[in-house]
């Protein structure tokens, strides 16, 4: 069953299921009281009015923030928070002199609030204090003990239903060298999707580093060749910087294809420099480490030479001998020997671990059983084609109200997804950099992709770049009339396709005018560029043309049957 285009049109379904469906995307990501009062409010909203009330219907289109798109300002200014959090702090402290000691049963939040209103004398909202404790991590000041407890170690693997956990993680190999794209000896790393329930090893591939675009590509490998049951998954990658940046494609992944009752990935990071979070596949890098000789022997002949290394082993630094072979890593890649790895880890009977208990099964098997008691959902291609766009580095930038970006000592001009950004006042975003274009994304941890930019005039220099990526319609328009001859004006171009050109109608009206543009070639006695400029304004003419032509006012069109 393909899962690919559910959600891409739902308004043919009855108004009920729409508001279920729009409903689920608005409370998805929250949890407890928050998640119960949501849905309880746009639910009594709908049964009054019988209408879709309109932040359900922007959730649809991926906008959250209510407050933040409506210029309102903050809940609690700079003085209260600071205060608040001050006070907070210093209230765990029995000797400090910011605040007085309360015992750990009265640091309620409520105490809090009622304290804060007499310091400030107004009113503050309790819920904007909820939310600070969240955002400034102050609970652990608020559960701090009085008085030092012993913690209870736990001695065991807790045990997680098939399917429930994902974890993601890599593993720099110890004993051998290959070469980079420059030539340099450099250690490869693997990364790796393991399912805690099973232990089963979805994908791994080859890599020399965790960065983002390698977290994003082997995600989107994920994604194609696994069959996924219709529940909550949680997703725990390492907290290394290139995993953070998953955030952005598992929010564009629930947008698209999670439905109530079905499919959603939680992301579930793990803490930072807390590998136990992620005991199961840390667990097995012993043996990948192993396999490392495999690969080694296998590849005896192309053996340059051996030098000195370090591993370190309970805080102790051990000598060891590293290994250097003389091949790339996509001639490593070719070989396909990490699916070997993967098939003997899955295919074979292992002891594991779970509740202090251990017990023997093969992975492979406990998956299949899972797999075939439910009634999993594929992915295509076509659903995570726009993941790639997700794993170029981010950078701050500003969209202006005339919807250009400067970056780069260049100007950019948007050309795809204008009407995501105000024409009142300029909008703060993420930006990536790809070839001569923007990617341009919300400015939060796990924004969306709002739309492309392009720059005023192409690079002098062709760039050509590792991945390639879908051209927007403005860049299929401009290599459709630099075929025919005609020197492109991109920003002339990018006005055309804001009043609604499209490549279907470019190419019409090319064809149907193409005899007159053909007489500039003959009549005008013109260098070439001269006479590629000329055409290309007689095209834009005949855009202005055909849109004058075509043009209905919007109250024109209802009286018409």
């Not at 108004?15 to 309880?40: E, P, W, Y």
């Not at 609030?113 to 991590?137: D, M, Y």
């Not at 969306?448 to 770049?465: D, I, N, W």
Request: glycine share 6%; hydrophobic share 35%; charged share 30%.
């Amino acid at each position: 069953m393909t899962h690919g285009n559910v959600l891409q049109d739902i308004s043919n379904l009855p108004l009920d299921d729409q508001f279920l469906i729009l409903l689920h995307k608005k409370i998805m990501n929250k949890t407890g009281s928050a998640k119960r009062r949501t849905k309880k409010y746009y639910t009594d909203q709908y049964r009054k009015t019988g209408l879709i009330p309109a932040p359900l219907l922007l959730a649809g289109r991926g906008i959250f923030e209510g407050r933040k798109c409506s210029g309102r300002p903050r809940s609690l200014d700079t003085r209260v928070r600071e205060r608040f959090i001050e006070m907070v702090k210093a209230s765990v402290d029995p000797i400090g002199k910011g605040f007085i000691f309360i015992t750990r049963k009265a640091r309620t939040i409520k105490n809090y609030h009622l304290w804060i209103e007499e310091e400030f004398n107004k009113n503050i909202s309790l819920t904007a204090l909820r939310r600070c404790v969240k955002a400034e991590n102050l609970k652990p000041y608020l559960e701090k003990p009085d008085f030092d407890e012993e913690v209870v170690v736990k001695h065991c693997f807790n045990a997680e239903p098939v399917f429930d956990l994902i974890q993601v993680d890599g593993c720099a190999f110890r004993y051998l060298k290959i070469r980079d794209k420059n030539g340099m000896w450099k250690k490869p790393q693997v990364i790796e999707f393991y399912d805690t329930g099973s232990r089963h090893m979805f994908v791994l591939d080859f890599y020399f580093s965790e960065s983002s675009r390698n977290a994003v590509d082997l995600f989107t490998q994920f994604l194609l060749s696994t069959p996924f049951p219709e529940k909550k998954i949680r997703l725990r990658p390492d907290n290394a910087k290139g995993f953070l940046n998953l955030k952005r494609s598992i929010n564009a992944l629930n947008l698209k294809h999670s439905l109530p009752g079905g499919f959603y990935m939680e992301p579930d990071f793990a803490r930072v420099c807390t590998p136990k979070d992620k005991v199961h596949l840390e667990s097995s890098h012993r043996s990948l480490h192993n396999f490392e000789i495999r690969i080694i022997k296998a590849f005896e002949n192309k053996i340059v030479t051996t030098e000195p290394g370090y591993v370190f082993k309970n805080g102790k630094r051990e000598k060891i001998t590293v290994t250097l072979l003389d091949m790339g890593i996509e001639e490593l890649r070719k070989h396909n020997i990490l699916e070997t790895y993967r098939k003997e880890h899955n295919g074979l009977k292992h002891n594991f671990s779970e509740n202090g208990m251990t017990t023997a099964w093969i992975p492979e098997q406990k998956l299949e059983n899972y797999l075939s008691e439910v009634s999993p959902i594929v992915f295509s291609s076509s659903d995570v084609k726009e993941f790639v766009k997700y794993g170029f580095r981010r950078i701050k930038a500003t969209v202006s109200n005339s919807g250009t970006i400067t970056f780069g000592n260049r100007k950019y001009y948007i050309a795809e997804g204008a009407e995501n950004f105000s024409q009142h006042k300029s909008t703060k975003v993420y930006i990536s950099c790809f070839a001569n274009k923007l990617f341009i994304f919300e400015y939060k941890d796990d924004g969306l992709l709002l739309g492309e930019a392009l720059c005023q005039k192409p690079f002098e220099k062709p760039v050509y770049p590792e991945h390639k990526i879908e051209s927007n319609e403005v860049e299929l328009i401009a290599k459709f009339l630099e075929q025919q001859g005609m020197v492109i004006e991109r920003v002339s171009l990018i006005e055309k396709k804001g009043n609604g050109l499209t490549l279907v109608a470019a190419k019409e009206i090319y064809n149907r005018n193409k005899r007159r543009y053909r007489n500039f070639l003959l009549k005008l006695n013109q260098p070439q560029e001269k006479i590629g400029i000329a055409m290309f304004n007689a095209f834009l003419l005949d855009c202005e043309r055909q849109q004058r032509k075509t043009c209905v006012a919007p109250y024109a069109s209802f009286g018409e049957k």
